[in-house]
Nanobody, 126 residues
Framework: QVQPVESGGGLVQAGGSLRLSCAAS????????MAWFRQAPGKEREFVSS????????YYADSVRGRFTISRDNAKNTVYLEMNSLKPEDTAVYYC???????????????????WGQGTQVTVSS
């Protein structure tokens, strides 16, 4: 089993911060790339951020760039998403996804990731 496990979601007021964590299991090759996606009610799942094993390459959706920061601790096989200046439109279920080495363009697509967590709810009140 290589299903990632997310934690850290919750309810926060607009302008506040939250830190999500995702612990992956299995071989390192299965979590070479780690990512966050989110899905709001009635909307499709969308890309939030991704990071390579070394941390040297990261991607962000335009809607979160400058407010969210992705990082990882390879010793713990864990990826983090630091979310600041949260807005009501950030409300969604946040999913962690992991996968092996992949082309850069795939790092922003849900189809590039075979391993998915069950999600953690983030609610931002206005």
């Amino acid at each position: 089993q290589v299903q990632p496990v997310e934690s850290g979601g919750g309810l926060v007021q607009a302008g506040g911060s939250l830190r999500l964590s995702c612990a992956a299991s299995g071989p390192t090759s299965s979590s070479f790339v780690m990512a966050w996606f989110r899905q709001a009610p009635g909307k499709e799942r969308e890309f939030v951020s991704s990071i390579t094993y070394s941390g040297s390459t990261t991607y962000y959706a335009d809607s979160v760039r400058g407010r969210f920061t992705i990082s990882r601790d390879n010793a713990k096989n864990t990826v983090y998403l630091e979310m600041n200046s949260l807005k009501p439109e950030d409300t969604a279920v946040y999913y962690c996804a992991t996968g092996g080495p992949m082309p850069a363009i795939s790092m922003r697509r849900s189809t590039g990731y075979p391993n998915w967590g069950q999600g953690t709810q983030v609610t931002v009140s206005s």
